[in-house]
């Protein structure tokens, strides 16, 4: 039976590889993904390592927040010489950071905000101290001048010498360019832009005068970091916290691998699809083989071969298909892995050169999910080739009787509604493992009533094709007489495009939802930002303070962000506003108390938030801040608004006193469009837009990510379209009499290519419009449980979604076009004696 097998696999040459294929596709884009966040993972740490491996200990103010740069909490830079008098303790240098932003000489800022932070440090002139390493130029010699990273400087093209303008949290001010400076072996930290000042000016410019962000030193030889490490935690005070080099390391490369994890996961879970999609094509594959062999196997049957021999054989192929195809899917994976660091490029994260990374872990992954799949995908159809009985060798055709199979349409409706539940019960609970077991569980009860609604849809999608003559009925009958199969190429593609219409619909209910209650509660004419992350960007407060006093302004609200964690919650975007004039840019609906007189102790809360933690107003509320911990009175209690306020907030006097950079993420502005432009022009990182182009800009980033996401689809798409093309050249080879027939008594080469590429349009749109209409569902479900979030208005736009299924519809056709050929060229005489 394996000789056999082999031979089987070698007089059908075409379709074993259009099956390894679709494996191939699927397996590179995993062990792509593997390899490439195995790659950028090490390259990161092994160059996260070098730049500190000369730090022996580390002194910083603890916090369990996470912070961005400039946004930790900051320590006494005294202290510096108590540990500088530390026995053992070598060389002590203090480090500084904040935001600082470079400005191109064209008066551009440079790099790109929504992509990496901005941000400035202190020059350590202790080389062993020093992340940094000179590329040209020299180290600042006073406080006018300062050293840029080499990507800015390329990007730029500044060179040593040029003077440029530097954005912090005072007033822009000119430098001398005195040198340009990778981070380790790398051009930039991550793709971020970077500026680096003398002790006195980041002192002056980052933090405030005696602060210090941390305290590196190196030792002594012979000493330990660990003993270095509690000698100097002795003679420090218990507000500080002392930690090796060795942990400093490890703690950096931990969050770059916390950030970076995100993205691995997305590329993951699109790997996957590719995989699952692929499946549904083994499957089809598979099963269409069995149909076709019934006669051979119920002759092996009745020589002699059992059940259990039949069934191992089917599996045999198709575990040499997928020993293949993995094989070549991970020859492929390093190809991918090339393709998404040069993705990252484009995105603005610079990937530091290194040794690709091909792990044993990646290499078993991606073979065994290959071969599994391949096998799991095969055992039905290779369970039913045992079950076929000797007498059936007599049969010359099998009849599909799946469209009226009771027993199958009543499980797949429990399977389908029992997925549609997890996925409501999952999004009402926000468990996010239940919504995902609910959309496989609704994929498997849909492609399971595939065959049920596979006569019927195709029945009426076949009624204009009928109005183009005999091959557009025949393609209608063709979908029709072979349920199963149609159902089961149309599953495939019925995934990719389920996905894209999700997405779709998300997309366009999160822009409707956003300009909706921007229109709604904002009621100021302009916004002021520089493009960035909440907590990654700053303008200077002064920008505000210029505008208070410009004619033609009527009302200016600083907003300003940071983490904390708010009785007992952590928040990545906690926010502080100028509350003297907040309600007259937001509405906030009824308010009890008095915004006004938040000051620097007082909170004001949601009444939602007011009700499901029992406050009223006097209420304590205790929060923790980077910069320590305060206890805060609830002022004020507000019913609208919460879209862009959050559910609490404090006054900027607030996030000053508990020690938070004096930074504005944004400027709310009610005025004369001339009068604050001519404010801002002096600031080359303020943005102003009035809502509809602060919409529009919002909405750019939602397209960006959708495009990226598409993108990604795009492969599972390709593999269902290389699905149907499979089906159809596997159903012409078991129709060759059937073809040979109709071309005998009249038909034509165009009518029978027509007829081919009809059905595959057919199977297209069946898929697509089961795609469209599970993904709107994912859509409205998404939306409404994420309401109390601002994601509120349903939006199915119809006419990209028409587009999704056209586009498919044409694609469906085009895969369609050499098994059209083929079926064109068939010998007429050839077809009729072919058994």
Same mark, same amino acid.
């Given at each position: 039976m394996?000789?056999?097998?082999?031979?089987?696999?070698?007089?059908?040459?075409?379709?074993?590889?259009?099956?390894?294929?679709?494996?191939?596709?699927?397996?590179?884009?995993?062990?792509?993904t593997?390899?490439?966040?195995?790659?950028i993972?090490?390259?990161?740490?092994?160059?996260?390592?070098?730049?500190?491996?000369?730090?022996?200990?580390?002194?910083?103010?603890?916090?369990?927040?996470?912070?961005?740069?400039?946004?930790?909490?900051?320590?006494?830079?005294?202290?510096?010489?108590?540990?500088?008098?530390?026995?053992?303790?070598?060389?002590?240098?203090?480090?500084?950071?904040?935001?600082?932003?470079?400005?191109?000489?064209?008066?551009?800022?440079?790099?790109?905000?929504?992509?990496?932070?901005?941000?400035?440090?202190?020059?350590?002139?202790?080389?062993?101290?020093?992340?940094?390493?000179?590329?040209?130029?020299?180290?600042?010699?006073?406080?006018?001048?300062?050293?840029?990273?080499k990507?800015?400087?390329?990007?730029?093209?500044?060179?040593?010498?040029?003077?440029?303008?530097?954005?912090?949290?005072?007033?822009?001010?000119?430098?001398?360019?005195?040198?340009?400076?990778?981070?380790?072996?790398?051009?930039?930290p991550?793709?971020?832009?970077?500026?680096?000042?003398?002790d006195?000016?980041?002192?002056?410019?980052?933090?405030?005068?005696?602060?210090?962000?941390?305290?590196?030193?190196?030792?002594?030889?012979?000493?330990?970091?660990?003993?270095?490490?509690?000698?100097?935690?002795?003679?420090?005070?218990?507000?500080?916290?002392?930690?090796?080099?060795?942990? &400093?390391? +490890?703690?950096?490369? #931990?969050?770059? $691998? =916390?950030?970076? @994890? *995100?993205?691995? !996961?997305?590329?993951? %879970?699109?790997?996957?699809?590719?995989?699952?999609?692929?499946?549904?094509?083994?499957?089809n594959?598979?099963?269409?083989?069995?149909?076709?062999?019934?006669?051979?196997?119920?002759?092996?049957?009745?020589?002699?071969a059992?059940?259990?021999?039949?069934?191992?054989?089917?599996?045999?192929?198709?575990?040499?298909?997928?020993?293949?195809?993995?094989?070549?899917?991970?020859?492929?994976?390093?190809?991918?892995?090339?393709?998404?660091?040069?993705?990252?490029?484009?995105?603005?994260?610079?990937?530091?050169?290194?040794?690709?990374?091909i792990?044993?872990?990646?290499?078993?992954?991606s073979?065994?999910?290959?071969?599994?799949?391949?096998? &799991?995908? +095969?055992?039905?159809? #290779?369970?039913? $080739? =045992?079950?076929? @009985? *000797?007498?059936? !060798?007599?049969?010359? %055709?099998?009849?599909?009787?799946?469209?009226?199979?009771?027993?199958?349409?009543?499980?797949?409706?429990?399977?389908?509604?029992?997925?549609?539940?997890?996925?409501?019960?999952?999004?009402?609970?926000?468990?996010?493992s239940?919504?995902?077991?609910?959309?496989?569980?609704?994929?498997?009860?849909?492609?399971?009533?595939g065959?049920?609604?596979?006569?019927?849809?195709?029945?009426?999608?076949?009624?204009?094709?009928?109005?183009?003559?005999?091959?557009?009925?025949?393609?209608?009958r063709?979908?029709?007489?072979?349920p199963?199969?149609?159902?089961?190429?149309?599953?495939?593609?019925?995934?990719?495009?389920?996905l894209?219409?999700?997405?779709?619909?998300?997309a366009?209910?999160?822009?409707?939802?956003?300009?909706?209650?921007?229109?709604?509660?904002?009621?100021?004419?302009?916004?002021?930002?520089?493009?960035?992350?909440?907590?990654?960007?700053?303008?200077?407060?002064?920008?505000?303070e210029?505008?208070?006093?410009?004619?033609?302004?009527?009302?200016?609200?600083?907003?300003?962000?940071?983490?904390?964690?708010?009785?007992?919650?952590?928040?990545?975007?906690?926010?502080?506003?100028?509350?003297?004039?907040?309600?007259?840019t937001f509405?906030?609906?009824?308010?009890k108390?008095?915004?006004?007189?938040?000051?620097?102790?007082?909170?004001?809360?949601?009444?939602?938030?007011?009700?499901?933690?029992?406050w009223?107003?006097?209420?304590?509320?205790?929060?923790?801040?980077?910069?320590?911990?305060?206890?805060?009175?609830?002022?004020?209690?507000?019913?609208?608004?919460?879209?862009?306020?959050?559910?609490?907030?404090?006054?900027?006097?607030?996030?000053?006193?508990n020690?938070?950079?004096?930074?504005?993420?944004?400027?709310?502005?009610s005025?004369?469009?001339?009068a604050?432009?001519?404010?801002?022009?002096?600031?080359?990182?303020?943005?102003?837009?009035?809502?509809?182009?602060?919409?529009?800009?919002?909405?750019?980033?939602?397209?960006?990510?959708?495009?990226?996401f598409?993108?990604?689809l795009?492969?599972?798409?390709?593999?269902?379209?290389?699905?149907?093309?499979n089906?159809?050249?596997?159903?012409?080879?078991e129709?060759?009499?059937?073809?040979?027939?109709?071309?005998?008594?009249?038909?034509?080469?165009?009518?029978?290519?027509?007829?081919?590429?009809?059905?595959?349009?057919?199977?297209?749109?069946?898929?697509?419009?089961?795609?469209?209409?599970?993904?709107t569902?994912?859509?409205?479900?998404?939306?409404?449980?994420?309401?109390?979030?601002?994601?509120?208005?349903?939006?199915?736009?119809?006419?990209?979604?028409?587009?999704?299924?056209?586009?498919?519809?044409?694609?469906?056709?085009?895969?369609?076009?050499?098994p059209?050929?083929?079926?064109?060229?068939?010998?007429?005489?050839?077809?009729?004696v072919?058994?």
């Open positions: 394996f000789a056999l097998t082999l031979k089987e696999l070698a007089a059908h040459k075409l379709r074993l590889l259009t099956t390894a294929f679709a494996v191939l596709l699927g397996v590179a884009f995993m062990s792509g593997l390899i490439f966040t195995d790659t993972g090490a390259t990161f740490d092994s160059a996260l390592a070098d730049v500190d491996a000369g730090v022996d200990a580390y002194v910083r103010t603890p916090t369990d927040i996470d912070t961005a740069y400039g946004q930790g909490p900051r320590l006494d830079a005294s202290i510096a010489d108590t540990v500088a008098a530390v026995e053992g303790v070598d060389q002590v240098a203090l480090r500084l950071n904040g935001y600082a932003r470079l400005v191109g000489p064209d008066g551009v800022p440079v790099g790109d905000m929504t992509q990496s932070p901005a941000f400035g440090m202190n020059w350590v002139t202790v080389d062993e101290l020093n992340p940094w390493v000179i590329s040209s130029g020299r180290a600042p010699a006073n406080d006018d001048e300062i050293v840029i990273d990507s800015s400087a390329d990007s730029a093209g500044y060179q040593p010498g040029d003077v440029a303008t530097v954005l912090t949290k005072g007033a822009p001010r000119d430098f001398t360019i005195s040198g340009v400076a990778r981070f380790g072996e790398l051009e930039s991550a793709g971020a832009t970077a500026v680096l000042f003398t006195t000016t980041a002192a002056e410019k980052l933090a405030s005068p005696g602060e210090a962000n941390a305290i590196a030193m190196t030792v002594d030889h012979g000493m330990s970091q660990s003993a270095i490490a509690a000698a100097v935690a002795g003679a420090l005070d218990s507000d500080v916290e002392v930690i090796t080099g060795a942990d &400093l390391i +490890a703690e950096n490369q #931990a969050t770059f $691998a =916390a950030g970076f @994890a *995100p993205f691995k !996961a997305i590329l993951l %879970v699109f790997a996957l699809v590719a995989m699952f999609v692929g499946a549904f094509i083994i499957n594959t598979f099963s269409i083989t069995v149909a076709q062999r019934t006669r051979e196997m119920a002759l092996l049957r009745a020589i002699g059992s059940g259990r021999q039949v069934k191992r054989s089917v599996l045999i192929e198709a575990g040499i298909v997928g020993v293949l195809a993995s094989a070549g899917g991970l020859v492929a994976g390093v190809g991918v892995a090339s393709g998404l660091t040069k993705l990252m490029s484009q995105l603005g994260i610079d990937v530091p050169d290194g040794p690709m990374q792990s044993s872990t990646a290499l078993a992954m073979l065994g999910v290959g071969v599994v799949v391949t096998t &799991l995908s +095969a055992w039905l159809p #290779a369970r039913r $080739a =045992a079950k076929i @009985a *000797p007498i059936d !060798a007599m049969r010359s %055709v099998s009849v599909d009787d799946s469209a009226g199979s009771s027993r199958r349409t009543t499980f797949g409706a429990i399977v389908a509604a029992i997925g549609i539940g997890g996925v409501l019960t999952g999004l009402a609970v926000d468990e996010i239940l919504v995902g077991v609910g959309a496989l569980a609704t994929f498997a009860g849909v492609a399971i009533l065959p049920v609604l596979a006569r019927p849809v195709a029945h009426l999608l076949g009624v204009p094709l009928r109005l183009r003559g005999v091959s557009g009925d025949i393609a209608t063709n979908a029709m007489r072979s199963q199969r149609t159902a089961r190429t149309a599953m495939s593609l019925m995934i990719g495009v389920a894209v219409g999700f997405i779709t619909v998300f366009a209910s999160t822009k409707t939802s956003l300009a909706g209650s921007l229109d709604k509660e904002f009621v100021g004419t302009h916004i002021i930002s520089d493009g960035g992350y909440d907590n990654a960007s700053g303008l200077s407060p002064e920008l505000a210029r505008l208070r006093t410009q004619p033609g302004v009527d009302v200016v609200s600083q907003a300003r962000t940071a983490p904390a964690v708010v009785n007992g919650t952590a928040t990545d975007a906690f926010y502080a506003f100028d509350t003297t004039t907040i309600d007259a509405q906030l609906g009824n308010i108390g008095d915004l006004h007189a938040l000051g620097s102790d007082g909170i004001a809360v949601s009444d939602e938030e007011a009700t499901d933690n029992g009223t107003l006097g209420s304590s509320v205790p929060i923790t801040f980077t910069g320590g911990e305060a206890v805060l009175t609830v002022e004020a209690i507000y019913t609208a608004g919460t879209d862009w306020v959050g559910t609490s907030f404090v006054d900027v006097d607030a996030f000053t006193a020690g938070l950079d004096e930074l504005d993420y944004r400027v709310y502005v005025g004369d469009s001339a604050i432009t001519s404010v801002t022009a002096s600031d080359a990182s303020a943005i102003v837009q009035d809502k509809a182009a602060f919409i529009d800009s919002k909405n750019a980033d939602i397209d960006m990510m959708l495009g990226l598409y993108a990604m795009a492969l599972a798409v390709f593999i269902a379209l290389l699905g149907i093309a089906t159809l050249a596997l159903s012409i080879c129709r060759t009499r059937e073809l040979g027939l109709m071309r005998a008594v009249g038909m034509t080469r165009a009518q029978t290519r027509s007829m081919v590429r009809w059905e595959a349009a057919i199977i297209a749109v069946f898929g697509s419009t089961l795609g469209l209409a599970i993904g569902f994912f859509g409205w479900a998404v939306v409404r449980a994420l309401a109390d979030q601002g994601i509120d208005t349903l939006t199915v736009p119809f006419t990209s979604l028409a587009v999704v299924t056209l586009v498919a519809a044409t694609a469906g056709a085009t895969a369609a076009v050499l059209a050929r083929r079926a064109a060229r068939l010998d007429v005489l050839t077809a009729l072919s058994q």
